[in-house]
């Protein structure tokens, strides 16, 4: 029998990895693909890296700085479920992508150093699942060295998160005695030497967790298993999908190990593909009509074809190769004739996806970053973010008589999200925003060796952005023409306001009380 719409959709797991840089994100990926199937030997991701680095040439950036540029997805399968995994960029350089990338999926593993905590780009990144209530797993990492008291990192996730913690496992000795874990809610033992078994016992104390547990210091274990008991919140699957607790797990990447319940826990808890908002309604997953939207833009994937992919979640229906989609933003008819699901180390065309499912589409610069595709009504998603870029710059040609082709340019850069695009109203040449550095060194490199246009930067005049909005539009007008010097059109042609700093802007809103200053605004 055909799999239906509603068995598919139940199946799926759409999630990211958020943690901070050496946390072990990498090392979880790859044993999660492991499992999966995806990959036969870990290693295998960061070697895949490698080769991608060698091929292209912008991506030399990459092999420089040691940071991992580009966002990818990762599909595979285990046990019942089909798991999608967005990777997001390490470094927080390019937050703008990662931001993007987290409006696509519906749950995240948040991965803990056991012996750092709580740490800068993980709160950050968690704030940003928390705006879109987003079910967060937890699995502190690296038990295998020496670790901070379980106790203290569950209190840090909940005084610094506010959010609940539900130990699923309790760590069985930490750094050289770490020997595997104890399962609180059904006591049961695994140990780190026979990492695929699962031993259930009758509690810590009885006869039957004999062996399985360190006999020297059985009786402080067991109090601490009593402790965690009873200070800890039970799981709850609610307030789970409802953003206020997380499950917790203890474990070690590097060794393989805890990562068989992260990934059941997963597939057991995480939700299946949410609704998502558009324009004129909610889009439910099991809705018949295929709709999806782009979250994300890939150039260069393959140099000897010189594409760019479009990556795209599906939100309802089924995407089936071959059939065509409406762009809302423009109307018009686009085929899918190829669109394809990303392996570890492989793609390979996608005959049927499912609501839940990420794919790519090679396409020539037709799509954009937050466009939707519909099969049936049009319809238009919210929610794909814009963040004001921190940093402005004036692009300099060398060669002037390259402007127009400049300006060609920089709006494709632009619809892939590399940077962002100011025109200001009196004509002067355009202004590129980047939210970190590294992203004007990606456009200096791409332009040179995609365009052939070598280019530098100078200080713009401005140094902060904000889109700008009022209730009544001939407020908004007389703002414009007010101000025509400061104010400059985005990619969509909404008017942004320039500043030359923050107390200019604030000096301008109390001045302009009817005027609405945004610092992030939603594709549409
Ligand atoms: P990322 O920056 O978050 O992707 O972190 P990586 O996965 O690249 O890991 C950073 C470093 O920590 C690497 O040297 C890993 O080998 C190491 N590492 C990751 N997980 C573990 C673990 O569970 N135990 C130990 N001891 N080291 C780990």
């Known amino acids: 029998m ?63 700085r040691g940071i991992s540029v580009v966002t990818s997805v990762m599909t595979f399968e285990y046990g019942d479920h089909v798991y999608n995994l967005l990777d997001t ?44 209530d987003i079910p967060i797993v937890t699995f502190v990492n690296k038990m295998d060295r020496e670790a901070r008291d379980p106790f203290e990192i569950l209190d840090e996730i909940e005084d610094k998160l506010a959010l609940d913690t539900a130990p699923v496992t309790w760590p069985i000795g930490q750094g050289r ?5 104890y399962h609180l809610a059904d006591n049961a033992v695994r140990r780190l030497d026979s990492e695929d078994t699962r031993t259930p016992v009758n509690g810590p104390e009885s006869d039957s967790a004999a062996g399985l547990l360190p006999e020297n210091d059985r009786e402080a274990f067991v109090e601490e298993v009593n402790l965690a008991r009873e200070a800890c919140k039970p799981f709850d699957i609610e307030a789970f999908l409802e953003g206020h607790l997380t499950p917790v797990f203890f474990g070690s990447a590097l060794r393989n190990y805890g990562v068989r319940d992260l990934i059941n826990a997963l597939g057991a808890y995480a939700p299946p593909p949410r609704a998502q908002q558009a324009d004129t309604r909610l889009v439910k997953a099991t809705d018949s009509d295929m709709t999806a939207f782009v979250f994300k833009i890939q150039a260069n994937m393959d140099p000897n074809h010189r594409d760019r992919i479009a990556f795209v979640r599906v939100c309802s229906g089924k995407l089936k190769r071959g059939m065509k989609a409406r762009l809302s933003r423009t109307g018009k008819a686009l085929g899918l004739s190829a669109p394809q699901f990303f392996f570890a180390h492989q793609r390979q065309l996608a005959d049927d996806a499912y609501a839940g499912d990420v794919v790519g589409i090679p396409n020539h610069g037709t799509l954009r970053i937050g466009d939707t595709l519909t099969e049936g009504e049009n319809i238009v998603f919210q929610g794909v973010p814009n963040f004001a870029p921190e940093i402005l710059r004036r692009v300099r040609l060398e060669d002037a008589m390259k402007a127009k082709k400049l300006k060609e340019a920089l709006q494709q850069m632009a619809e892939e999200g590399v940077v962002q695009l100011f025109s200001p109203e009196d004509g002067s040449p355009a202004i590129v925003g980047v939210i970190g550095a590294l992203q004007l060194d990606v456009l200096k490199e791409r332009l040179k060796s995609e365009y052939g246009l070598p280019v530098s930067f100078e200080a713009a005049r401005f140094n902060v952005c904000r889109w700008i909005s009022a209730d009544r539009r001939a407020d908004l007008e007389k703002f414009i023409d007010a101000k025509r010097g400061d104010i400059a059109r985005d990619l969509d042609g909404d008017p942004v306001f320039l500043a030359s700093d923050g107390f200019s802007l604030n000096y301008e809103g109390e001045r302009w009380p009817d005027i609405k200053f945004v610092h992030v605004k939603e594709y549409h």
């Open 177 to 181: 005695t770490f020997s595997g874990t």
């Open 2 to 64: 055909p799999e239906s719409l509603e068995q598919a959709v139940a199946r799926r797991r759409t999630f990211a990895i958020i943690s901070h840089p050496d946390a072990g994100k990498t090392t979880l990926t790859e044993k999660l693909l492991l499992f999966g199937g995806a990959i036969q030997l870990a290693g295998e991701v960061k070697a895949k890296k490698d080769r991608m680095h060698s091929r292209s040439d912008w991506m030399k950036i990459e092999r420089e």
């Open 89 to 132: 960029p390490g470094h927080e350089d390019f937050a703008d992508d990662t931001y993007r990338t987290l409006t696509a999926v519906d749950a995240a593993i948040m991965v803990v150093d056991a012996a750092k905590g709580i740490e800068p780009r993980t709160l950050k990144l968690f704030e940003v699942c928390r705006l879109r």
